[in-house]
């Protein structure tokens, strides 16, 4: 009896520690945290994917997110305006919310009507998208990155 005590408790004992190394491993944690490159857009009719739209040549956007903060640019050789940002970020509920503290001239203007610019979170380990929703709640865009740090 005590031999079959002893063994259920290494099992029990190994059991534990093996999930709670694996809950620890860096390697298992998928974090927003990093570089992310856009690669294309979605865009959806009534939430189903209706098009791919992918970057112009020379076309670049960026997004850092580090400990709370995060910041984004953008070039695009059809277009003169600057457009950058910079500001915190967090996740709620499977959502990505984004409050800009300043940016470009042309991005004021939109931060000037809207204050928190929330999206859809879908982020895997290298991926991730932030998906747009119309007043409906239905989707209609996202922008898909990759990351490259």
Known sequence: ???????????????????????????NTITLEGVWELQHQFIYEENQIQDTLYNLEGYRQVKMYSKGKVMWTRFNPKDTNEWFGYGTYRIVDGYLEERLEYASNEMMKIVDTV??????????????SQIS?????????????????
């Not at 005590?2 to 390697?27: D, M, Q, W, Y």
């Not at 119309?134 to 990351?147: L, T, W």
Request: glycine residues 6%; hydrophobic residues 30%; negative net charge.
């Open 115 to 128: 204050q928190v610019f929330r999206f859809e979170l879908e982020l895997g380990e290298n991926t991730y």
């Open 133 to 149: 929703h119309d007043s409906d709640g239905d989707r209609y865009n996202s922008e898909n990155y990759k990351k490259i740090e």
């Open 1 to 27: 009896m005590k031999r079959i005590s002893l063994i259920s408790g290494c099992i029990v004992a190994l059991l534990f520690l093996g999930s709670a190394t694996e809950s620890n491993s860096p390697s």
